[in-house]
């Protein structure tokens, strides 16, 4: 493969200095500032020597790069995890008046670990607000001998008056689900099986109550990242409405075909994976981040400084159709509206961005990089991504965020994302 060519940093989008990134990790509001960590290698701009990194934001748009939070050390690795403030002390590691911000993390252990060729869930703290963070003693919180066992989401779940873990049997496919007072001791509640599209490891789940738009309903979402597998091939992201009684998630829907396009996906693009939302949002809303790189080609390309960046924070809704619900996605209020261009494409229209074409024909929109800017560092990357637009109305309408080597469009109000690379 040939040699990539720096880019310059992306202005909204969060990318680290030097060094590697995937996965958004713990993402957590907390004592006014938007933490973001995520995957990173620090000795290198490729995968590995996998810690945790930490940036924090005032706006969800500015970020600022921190020392590495959870390095990684002679035992273990620190593989994707979330975080959780524990106000009530449940774990007693901090105090009600103090309360610790809680990691829960995946321990992929290494050669020298008696453990060696596992994953497990461990417990990671601090009690100065994210600068400085503690292992607890007691690690792993949660075994199964499991080699991919991994991706720990966690919440407070007050129909329960319990915390809700969230992770995967990633070459199983399965969600499984598991409750703690404290965060310590994890009782197993379900497993939500292999359902819709399963031709890849599942990762990064994440699970949480959407209100539907214009009404006072209320229903609980699933994402399942996948890889590889994805509609537009490689890493995506899929998604299932139903409902969580606090045991057993049971979805809504079941797709008819068993076509890829038949499930529901929240972005129809290359780049946008691993889409996990923040917790402790202050007014509610449920903001996600995804990482906006494809396992296909991510250690291949070219650099921003360090190695791949995340998506612009979005807000997820729900919405009514018919018998069933539909993820919306906006990008976030803080970005200034002037930096999303709209545009309407009638039947048959294209539109040239930084050398891609976006294109709305009898109902379906495209975005084609295969002539956009450097293709060259990975044969996987040139590719046309689609989706079909709800209804195939004559005319399509369009926001668009272009920033440095990036493209996401979010057409018909946000009901389909399209995330793409692009290095013009
Ligand atoms: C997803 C993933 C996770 C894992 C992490 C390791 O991209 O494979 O399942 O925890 O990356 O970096």
Redesign the pocket.
Known sequence: MPEPVSHSQPRWHYSPAATWM??PNGLIWDAGSWHLFY?SNPEADT?GN?SWGHATSPDLLTWTEHPIALPHNETE?F???SCVVDVNNTSGLGSTDWPALIALY?S?YGPSSPRYGT?AQSLAYSLDGGSHWELYAGNPVLDRASANF??PKVFWHSGSDSWVMVA?E?EHQQVVLYRSPNLLDWTYLSTFRPSHAVDG?W??PDLFPLEVEGTQERRWVLLV?I?PGGVAGG?GVQYFVGDFDGVTFTPEHHAAGTELRDYDWLDFGRDC??VVSFANVPDGRRIVIG?MNN?DYANHVPLTGGRSLMTIPRELTLVRDGDRHRLRQRPIRELPPTELRSETLQDGDELHVRGAVIAYRDGVLSLDRRRAGETSFHDRFPSVQWADIPQGPPSVELRILVDTCSIEIFAADGLVTITDLVFF
């Open positions: 995937n996965d995957q995968w996998m690795e593989y994707s995890g995946t992929h994953q991994r991706d995967v990633a490891a990762e990064c990242s890889n890493s994976y691993a990482w396992w």
